[in-house]
C-alpha cells in the first residue's frame, strides 16, 4: 500500500500537481493507523492511502488542505492531551476522546510544483532567459521545433518538436514564444491551447502587433489574444538579450508575487460540526451518525460517540 502511495506521489510530481504526503510517525495502540502508512491528500480533499479511522482522517484532510494552502508542514497530534505533559515538540493538537482509545501523530508535509517557464523558440535572448530562470530555481523547458540541442546551456531541456503535451502545463506556467518570425503564429496558437497563465512573445512592437493582427484574421477569438503579452517582460527599451532575459523574468516573478501564476486553491471549507462527545470536528456533508435533541442536529465521529450521547445527551451538552 505504502510503495503504491509513493509510486502515486512521484508521478503526481511528474505531472506538476500540488500534494499533501501524510505520514504516521508515532501511534499508541488500539488505533487502525500504523507508524510509516501514508496517504496524499490532494487540493480538492481526496485521500489516496490509508492513516487511520473516522476520526483522524477529516482532520489530517483539514490540516493537509491548509499545509498546500500555506507551503508549510505540521506535525499533528490526534489523542488525549495529557499524554503531553512534559513534551515540547511543536505540533498542532487534536484532542480525541473516542473509544478506539488509541492516539497518532502525523506528518504533514506539502509538494507544491516550481513555478515553470516554457520557451519556444532559438536565439540568445532564449539561452539568456533559460539561465535567468534556472538560477531562480523555476522549472524550464525549451522547444525549438528543428533546432540542435547542443546549441542550448542546458541540451537537457530541449524538445525539438512543437509539442507541449506532456509538460504539465497549468496556471503556473508561463509560455514566451521567441522564434523572432521562424513560425511565431504556430507557436502562439499552440500557447493558447494550453492552460498556461501567461502567454508572451519577445518582439518589437511593430512584429507583435502584426502577428495579432494575423491570429485575429485567421479566426483567433478576441478573449484568447487578450492573453497575449507582446512584447513579453518589462519596457526597458532597447536592451540586450541579457537583459530583455531579466526584463521578462522580472516580470514573471512580480505577478507570481502579486498572487498570478498559480494553480487553483485547494477545495473551499466544507460544513463543519463539533462532535459533543468526544469533541471532534465532522465533516457534515459526509457524516454517517447524527442525533437530534430538543430540534438541534449533532453530528458525531463514529457509533460509539452517537449511542453514548443518546444515552445521556445533558451529561454532554452541558
Same mark, same amino acid.
Given at each position: 500500500?505504502?510503495?503504491?502511495?509513493?509510486?502515486?506521489?512521484?508521478?503526481? /510530481?511528474?505531472?506538476?500537481?500540488?500534494?499533501?504526503?501524510?505520514?504516521?510517525?508515532?501511534?499508541?495502540?488500539?488505533?487502525?493507523?500504523?507508524?510509516?502508512?501514508?496517504?496524499?491528500?490532494?487540493?480538492?480533499?481526496?485521500?489516496?492511502?490509508w492513516?487511520?479511522?473516522?476520526?483522524?482522517?477529516?482532520?489530517?484532510?483539514?490540516?493537509?488542505?491548509?499545509?498546500?494552502?500555506?507551503?508549510?508542514p505540521?506535525?499533528?497530534?490526534?489523542?488525549?492531551?495529557?499524554?503531553?505533559?512534559?513534551?515540547?515538540?511543536?505540533?498542532?493538537?487534536? +484532542?480525541?476522546a473516542c473509544?478506539?482509545?488509541?492516539?497518532?501523530?502525523?506528518?504533514? $508535509?506539502?509538494?507544491? +510544483?516550481?513555478?515553470?517557464?516554457? !520557451?519556444?523558440?532559438?536565439?540568445?535572448?532564449?539561452?539568456?532567459?533559460?539561465?535567468?530562470?534556472?538560477?531562480? $530555481?523555476?522549472?524550464?523547458?525549451?522547444?525549438?521545433?528543428?533546432?540542435?540541442?547542443?546549441?542550448?546551456?542546458? +541540451?537537457?531541456?530541449?524538445? /525539438?518538436?512543437?509539442?507541449?503535451?506532456?509538460?504539465?502545463?497549468?496556471?503556473?506556467?508561463?509560455?514566451?514564444?521567441?522564434t523572432?518570425g521562424?513560425?511565431?503564429? !504556430?507557436?502562439?496558437?499552440?500557447?493558447?491551447?494550453?492552460?498556461?497563465?501567461?502567454?508572451?512573445?519577445?518582439?518589437?512592437?511593430?512584429?507583435?502587433?502584426?502577428?495579432?493582427?494575423?491570429l485575429?484574421?485567421s479566426?483567433?477569438?478576441?478573449?484568447?489574444?487578450?492573453?497575449?503579452?507582446?512584447?513579453?517582460?518589462?519596457?526597458?527599451?532597447?536592451?540586450?538579450?541579457a $537583459?530583455?532575459?531579466?526584463?521578462?523574468?522580472?516580470?514573471?516573478?512580480?505577478?507570481?508575487?502579486?498572487? $498570478?501564476?498559480?494553480d487553483?486553491?485547494?477545495?473551499?471549507?466544507?460544513?463543519?460540526?463539533?462532535? +459533543?462527545?468526544?469533541?471532534?470536528?465532522?465533516?457534515?456533508?459526509?457524516?454517517?451518525?447524527?442525533?437530534?435533541?430538543?430540534?438541534?442536529?449533532?453530528?458525531?465521529?463514529?457509533?460509539?460517540?452517537?449511542?453514548?450521547?443518546?444515552?445521556n445527551?445533558?451529561?454532554?451538552? /452541558?
Open positions: 500500500m505504502d510503495a503504491a502511495v509513493l509510486a502515486d506521489a512521484v508521478a503526481l /510530481t511528474q505531472q506538476r500537481r500540488a500534494f499533501a504526503l501524510a505520514t504516521v510517525v508515532w501511534r499508541r495502540a488500539p488505533s487502525s493507523g500504523h507508524v510509516g502508512s501514508k496517504a496524499i491528500v490532494l487540493p480538492d480533499g481526496t485521500v489516496r492511502g492513516l487511520g479511522g473516522a476520526c483522524a482522517e477529516p482532520t489530517v484532510v483539514r490540516e493537509a488542505l491548509a499545509s498546500i494552502t500555506d507551503g508549510e505540521r506535525l499533528l497530534y490526534l489523542g488525549a492531551a495529557a499524554e503531553l505533559t512534559g513534551d515540547d515538540r511543536d505540533r498542532i493538537v487534536v +484532542p480525541m473509544e478506539s482509545e488509541g492516539s497518532l501523530e502525523v506528518y504533514v $508535509e506539502p509538494f507544491l +510544483p516550481k513555478p515553470q517557464l516554457v !520557451v519556444v523558440g532559438r536565439s540568445p535572448a532564449v539561452h539568456a532567459l533559460t539561465v535567468a530562470a534556472r538560477a531562480v $530555481e523555476w522549472d524550464v523547458a525549451v522547444i525549438d521545433d528543428g533546432g540542435r540541442p547542443s546549441e542550448h546551456p542546458y +541540451p537537457e531541456l530541449v524538445r /525539438t518538436a512543437l509539442d507541449l503535451d506532456g509538460l504539465g502545463i497549468t496556471r503556473s506556467t508561463a509560455v514566451v514564444v521567441a523572432q521562424h513560425y511565431d503564429d !504556430v507557436a502562439l496558437r499552440a500557447a493558447l491551447a494550453t492552460d498556461a497563465g501567461y502567454v508572451g512573445v519577445i518582439a518589437a512592437e511593430k512584429r507583435a502587433s502584426s502577428l495579432l493582427r494575423l485575429h484574421d479566426e483567433v477569438d478576441d478573449a484568447q489574444l487578450a492573453r497575449v503579452h507582446a512584447p513579453a517582460g518589462l519596457d526597458l527599451g532597447p536592451v540586450t538579450n $537583459e530583455i532575459a531579466v526584463a521578462i523574468l522580472a516580470d514573471l516573478v512580480a505577478r507570481r508575487a502579486a498572487g $498570478e501564476l498559480r487553483a486553491a485547494p477545495a473551499a471549507a466544507r460544513p463543519e460540526a463539533r462532535d +459533543p462527545v468526544c469533541g471532534m470536528l465532522v465533516y457534515v456533508d459526509d457524516a454517517k451518525h447524527r442525533a437530534v435533541h430538543n430540534s438541534v442536529d449533532y453530528w458525531f465521529c463514529s457509533a460509539g460517540c452517537l449511542r453514548a450521547f443518546d444515552a445527551p445533558r451529561a454532554f451538552l /452541558t
